[in-house]
């Protein structure tokens, strides 16, 4: 199994802030790597794949960057509607979700 | 407009039977695998299995072989997660959602609430 470690697990954040959350993979797993937001009640959605490839429909403020074993997503200047919990999910041998990182108002 | 309906929301017994369902809409059901995910309450997303609609070839986590089974009848474009015997901490809301690019999964179900409680 690859076990996908995120940091932080949570973390405080004022609109307007860059926010960089980070996702580790227990060995290599190329850029199989996607990023997920969800809100309470909500099924995730998708936000980024292929480590650094922005969704369809997904805010230009998101981005991704890694490969190998070391991800980041990082947030933009944060707005009121990013306030949730994002995914790392590895799919380059079956699946795997990060722990989560709830974003949460300062 | 892609959509995945899944069934409603259950409350069993301990020891029941259950078997909830995902149904594809406007697209070709057999050309993407669909993924089963599980998320206890306040608690992360879990991958437990997804199948290969095209032939029902099915791969499961390791925390999840043997004790639930995915199937899916591409006749009538719909996905099943079945229990033979449901305990308490099968209480979960559980998604089903389809692959897209790079093994992402861009579309989700509206997620299935199970409560198994004596």
């Known amino acids: 199994d690859i076990q996908m470690t995120q940091s932080p697990s949570s973390l405080s954040a004022s609109v307007g802030d860059r926010v960089t959350i980070t996702c580790r993979a227990s060995r290599s797993i190329s850029n199989y790597l996607s990023w997920y937001q969800q809100k309470p009640g909500r099924a995730p959605k998708l936000l980024i794949y292929?480590?650094?490839t922005l969704e369809s429909g997904a805010p230009s403020r998101f981005s991704g960057s890694g490969s190998g074993t070391d991800f980041t997503l990082t947030i933009n200047s944060l707005q009121p509607e990013d306030f949730a919990t994002y995914y790392c999910?590895?799919?380059?041998?079956?699946?795997?979700f990060g722990g989560g990182t709830k974003v949460e108002v300062k | 407009e892609v959509q995945l309906v899944q069934s409603g929301a259950e409350v069993k017994e301990p020891g029941e039977s259950l078997k909830i369902s995902c149904k594809g809409f406007?697209?070709?059901?057999?050309?993407?695998?669909i993924s089963w995910v599980r998320q206890m309450p306040g608690k992360g997303l879990e991958w437990m299995g997804r199948i290969d609609p095209s032939d029902s070839y099915t791969n499961y986590s390791p925390s999840f072989q043997g004790h639930v089974t995915i199937s899916a009848d591409k006749s009538i474009s719909t996905a099943y997660l079945q229990w033979s015997s449901l305990k308490a901490s099968d209480t979960a809301m559980y998604y089903c959602?389809?692959?897209?690019?790079?093994?992402?999964?861009?579309?989700w179900g509206q997620g299935a609430l199970v409560t198994v409680s004596s």
């Open positions: 999910q590895q799919s380059y041998n079956a699946l795997t």
């Open positions: 292929a480590a650094s």
């Open positions: 406007g697209y070709s059901f057999t050309n993407y695998w």
């Open positions: 959602a389809r692959a897209g690019n790079s093994g992402s999964y861009n579309y």
